[in-house]
Nanobody, 115 residues
Framework: QVQLVESGGGLVQPGGSLRLSCAAS????????MAWYRQGPGKQRELVAV???????NYLDSVKGRFTISRDNAKNTVYLQMNSLKPEDTAVYYC?????????WGQGTQVTVSS
């Protein structure tokens, strides 16, 4: 059974940093595109960042320059480094794995940015 397990969420003050991790039990992790989505209170889920199997990245405009997605194929893990956090970054962050028509989701981790 495939599992994506996120960790690293929590409460942080504005301007602070967090690093999210997602450990995936995928046999061919390196072939999957990995992404982070988020869903804020009363909002729709949105794509925050994606990293392809080849290492190309793309970001939501509002997080460009502040967030960095990376992957370690040897550890089957994807990361999201979040700097200069703002209150509007408050959301549940979800890890996603995508290959062809296959999608897997993690259970989510809460990130709260508040003073």
């Amino acid at each position: 059974q495939v599992q994506l397990v996120e960790s690293g969420g929590g409460l942080v003050q504005p301007g602070g940093s967090l690093r999210l991790s997602c450990a995936a039990s995928l046999s061919i992790f390196s072939m999957y595109a990995m992404a982070w989505y988020r869903q804020g209170p009363g909002k729709q889920r949105e794509l925050v960042a994606v990293i392809t199997s080849g290492g190309s990245t793309n970001y939501l405009d509002s997080v460009k320059g502040r967030f960095t997605i990376s992957r370690d194929n040897a550890k089957n893990t994807v990361y999201l480094q979040m700097n200069s956090l703002k209150p509007e970054d408050t959301a549940v962050y979800y890890c996603n794995a995508h290959y062809a028509s296959i999608y897997y989701w993690g259970q989510g981790t809460q990130v709260t940015v508040s003073s």
